[in-house]
């Protein structure tokens, strides 16, 4: 089983092959260094005039990637960490987001901007943020998380080929862990439905879909965590729950999720990024205001301390969500716990 | 010029009969920075991105009054269908937008991607003085001369950012700022259209020729407010730049032939606006679905 940052790395070797618009900017991406990831490995030795490795300057970057959007081009711009998009948010806000609509649909900017979210790796305050919540209430943006068991080539893409700007979030731990495809409607012990949509959901049952206590929507690197604690529960608590991956965020898109509620009745969202103002949220809300009867207590959201996350391994493991945190907060609706 | 000037003239009244919303800049007092240089680009191949005070670029560029007033007006002909407004225009090769400094990244990347295609485009950007306190505007800088790109800055220093006289908010040299990344300068302190329109035609010919940025510094003056009616400034002041309207230095024209454009401009102006007036308000796809 091929690592998702091998996947991710031979798709951009195809895009670039396939597509003479394509052109890739970022800080250190050259090789052989092949940026801070290594996810760009290899692209500038085949195609040294089309990956501009660039000064330390996110916050034109992301303007000049737009440019080149305007003109026809398909830039893909990687931010070495995620942390990094707050300098390009005036461009984001106030340009990116904006072209299309404000110019009565004259133009399109077509680019994607590659960028790893996540702590657990120690790197401490500005280097381990899951800041993709900062883009939930830009309108006109698409936000596209990754996790080990998308389909990651299809993924980019998608986003390479939309006529969108779209944000596809990337995850730190997730490039070293194999790309975990279903294998005959299977990862693992557990069931898997994929949406047919440009960015799928993936719906993971212990059951097979007959039966389910607890519904858990989670994304990106939360996504291992969320399958540990269901897992556990399985074995530890006989309690069968399902857990929905979203890899589309932005626009938010929530028929995977009510459709395994229908199974459930009782909700909890996971999410690395700190809990005010996140996804489980907008989650909430959206789901109370379309499915209120049919649940059969609060959404448990699950998510960071709102604080910063240390370097110290302990602290930080502390401040971000945990195993253990998940599988209480389904007890709690378990009636297991109060 | 003259069309530039009395259509930003007749914004202003327009806004003071009520008709307009909103707010706008108008241009009134640096016409021949657009007019001068504009007449060197080829709008079929170059691009302009402007700023906040961008009728006078856009009408220079595209000669499209009809729409930049529907745009202004809130009219459905607007070039942006109403949802742009004043300073957020768009139509073929030219861009403009609201925020100060943003622009300059962008008509960078316009400039690579035109620099990839090889169309020999020349990507024109808009700054003010007051543009030179973003930091964007250095970051875009350093990448345009890095990569070698077609980018021509034009810095209209008109002494103020708002109601912020300069010497409050910028240290130190303009052109030099260009200059520390290697790009080459001009200075130019003339309201003289043909002066501007002589130094513009050697600079783009330069980008053309080597495909370098080029960054052209232009001392100018805005006799109107920033946006309407927010004007501290010394009258006495305001007056003795008058004695350097574009409009009237180095006037070379007969008085028959002057008066004979102006009696064009002021028809075409009032055809304009009583067209824009009769245009349909833009409405949402809701309201006329």
Partial sequence: MKRCVQVLNETLHELF??????????????????????????LSDAHPDRVYTTPISEASLFGVAAGMALRGQRPILEIMFGDFIALGMDQIVNGIAKFREMYDDQVTVPLVVRTPMGGR????????????????????????????????????????????????????????????????????????RETGTRYPALTFSGTDFSEGSVTVVTYGGMLPVALEAVTELIIEHEIFCEVVALSQLVPMELEPVFESLARTGA??????????????????????????????????????RDGIIPSARPLEDEMLPSVADVIEAILVLEGVRS | MFFIRRFEESLLDLFSQGKLVGTTHTYIGQEANGVGIVDHLDPEVDTIFSNH????????????????????????????????????????????NGVLGSIVPVATGIALAEK???????????????????????????????????????????????????????????????????????????????????AAGRVVARIRDTGEPFFLVLDTYRFSPHSKGDDNRDPAEIEERRERDPLKVGERLEEGERRAIEE??????????????????????????
């Fill in chain 2, 53 to 96: 005070r961008c009728h006078g670029h856009y009408l220079a560029f595209t000669d499209d009054a009809y729409g930049l007033l529907c745009e202004v007006m809130g009219r459905a002909d607007g070039v942006c269908g109403g949802k742009g407004g004043s300073q957020h225009l768009c139509k073929g090769n030219f861009y403009s």
């Fill in chain 1, 121 to 192: 790796r120690g790197y401490g305050p500005t280097h381990s943020q899951s800041l993709e919540k900062l883009l939930l209430g830009v309108p006109n943006v698409v936000v596209v998380a990754a996790s080990e068991c998308h389909d990651l080539r299809g993924l980019l893409t998608n986003a390479v080929e939309d006529e969108r700007p779209v944000f596809l979030i990337e995850n730190k731990l997730m490039y070293g862990r194999p790309n975990r495809r279903p294998d005959d409607g299977h990862v693992g012990e557990l069931a898997v």
């Fill in chain 1, 17 to 42: 092959v396939e597509r003479d618009d394509v052109v890739l900017l970022g800080e250190d991406v050259l090789d052989p260094y092949g940026g801070a990831f290594k996810v760009t490995q290899g």
């Fill in chain 2, 116 to 198: 990839r295609k090889g169309t020999g485009a020349v990507s024109t950007v808009f700054l003010g003085d007051g543009t030179l306190g973003e930091g964007v505007t250095y970051e875009s800088l350093n990448l345009a001369s890095l990569w070698r790109l077609p980018v021509l800055f034009v810095v209209e220093n008109n002494h103020y950012a708002q109601s912020t006289p300069v010497e409050l908010e910028l240290a130190g040299s303009i052109p030099a700022r260009a200059a520390a990344f290697g790009i080459e300068t001009h200075e130019l302190a003339t309201t003289d259209v043909e002066e501007i329109h002589q």
């Fill in chain 2, 264 to 289: 064009r401009c002021e028809a075409r102006l009032a055809a304009t606006i009583a067209a824009a007036e009769d245009a349909p308000a833009a409405i949402s796809e809701s309201e006329a679905a």
């Fill in chain 1, 267 to 304: 909700l909890v969202t996971a999410e690395e990024g700190t809990l005010t103002g996140g996804f489980g949220a907008e989650i909430a809300a959206r789901v109370q205001e379309a499915v209120w009867s049919d649940l059969r207590g609060p959404v448990q959201r699950v998510a960071a």
